[in-house]
């Protein structure tokens, strides 16, 4: 498959590009992963043409940027080496905004809010929900923000901690000085304080994802010198599309359709539509976020709201194979935990500004400008011949 020697192949083992293990029975013979073979199988027929390396490259390809914060291997995720799901356990979002940062993060967030109570005040009465909110704050406070073209990594890490801040304090309508979490609890489920784990947990998990769109569009503003107000901006407007987090609302929408819950989705199929919140292509065998996530809804949520998210994941598994992800995951917990109906986009944008601001700091130390060029599939020129 690869047309290479078995010294090649050895040599690809023991860079780690290939993954083998014994085969039962037969001690000396080794079987290797079908994704590893495919991956490095492409790269060949990419480094060969180049051309259809730039149409795939976009489109779940091959990494197009280099980068240190984030790994997705074996269905696993990491921060910067650390365990995402292991630092859900316990960490919090201004913790893992540090190791994302790779910084000290220990005076980060003693800064104020950067928005007066009255500004706060004419923001909620002209847009209606938080995500709108934060979208009009962004740039009113950046105005005013005299270090906001600073863009040494220490003072991109003291802004990114202000506009954590910030949105927090929109999303709670807030000022307490407290950690994000608790001040979003506080808010949302002030008696229920298994939900302040819940909240944690969540925006841990949200906080990177690798290059995804949100991510790359932060990274593409930074890369033109943008802000980082103006950069997390260009990825929350991402983040709010259908196919990304705007997919919790479609999930929403799916799990309130009356009906039987099998009916319900083969009435979604009938209808050519998709089913959201479901399977993801980075995780073959399920999202290790979602799985976490569920398993705080079922030990702690609502047990009522709880079954009825069980029938549905139940369900798709049984039609359609496809496990739960992190969309699914966040309107699961909402549920369960009787959450504001925006919680599952808020936790989404308020944890993934952690991730965004990581990404604005790698793209301006690279100091490029990322411009791919375009595959051109619109008509020849015409050639003007004089009379």
């Known amino acids: 498959m690869l047309g290479i020697t078995l010294a090649t192949l050895y040599a690809y083992t023991s860079r780690g590009q290939l993954h083998s293990e014994p085969v039962p029975g037969s001690p000396r013979e080794r079987r290797y992963q079908t994704e590893d073979v495919d991956r490095l199988r492409d790269r060949k027929e990419a480094r060969r043409d180049p051309s259809k390396a730039a149409a795939q490259g976009l489109n779940w390809g091959a990494p197009v940027l280099p980068s240190g914060i984030t790994l997705i291997e074996h269905g696993r995720l990491y921060y910067r080496g650390r365990d995402a799901v292991g630092l859900a356990k316990a960490a919090t979002l201004e913790q893992t905004a540090a190791i994302l940062w790779d910084s000290e993060g220990s005076a980060l967030f003693d800064q104020p809010v950067a928005m007066s109570r009255p500004q706060w005040a004419r923001l909620r009465s002209i847009a209606p929900d938080p995500v709108t909110r934060f979208q009009c704050a962004l740039p009113l406070v950046e105005a005013r923000d005299l270090a906001a073209y600073d863009l040494r990594p220490t003072a991109v890490c003291l802004t990114g901690a202000r506009i954590l801040k910030l949105l927090t304090t929109i999303a709670a309508e807030s000022f307490a000085p407290l950690p994000i979490h608790v001040t979003l609890q506080g808010a949302w489920a002030p008696k229920n304080l298994a939900a302040r784990d819940a909240i944690r947990a969540a925006l841990v998990l949200c906080a990177d994802h690798e290059l995804n769109v949100s991510a790359f569009s932060a990274r593409c503003a930074a890369s033109a010198g943008a802000s980082p107000y103006d950069a997390v901006l260009a990825a929350l407007s991402t983040l709010k599309g259908s196919r990304h987090g705007g997919a919790t609302e479609r999930v929403a929408a799916l799990l309130s359709e009356s009906g039987r819950t099998k009916t319900v989705i083969a009435n979604r199929l009938r209808q050519g539509d998709t089913i ?112």
């Not at 809804?297 to 139940?314: C, K, L, P, V």
């Not at 952690?354 to 400008?369: M, N, S």
């Open 276 to 387: 959201p919140g479901f399977g993801h292509p980075l995780y073959a065998d399920g999202d290790p976020r979602a799985k976490f996530l569920l398993h705080l809804a079922e030990m702690h949520g609502n047990r009522a709201e709880w079954r009825q998210i069980r029938e549905f994941i139940n369900a798709v598994k049984d039609l359609l194979n496809e496990s739960p992800n992190l969309d699914f995951s966040l309107v699961a917990l909402q549920r369960a935990y009787d959450l504001p109906s925006f919680a599952p986009l808020v936790l989404f944008a308020i944890g993934r500004t952690a991730g965004w601001i990581a990404h604005i700091i790698e793209q301006y130390d690279t100091g490029t400008l990322i411009r791919p060029r375009a595959r051109y599939t619109g008509p020849h020129p015409i050639e003007l011949v004089e009379a």
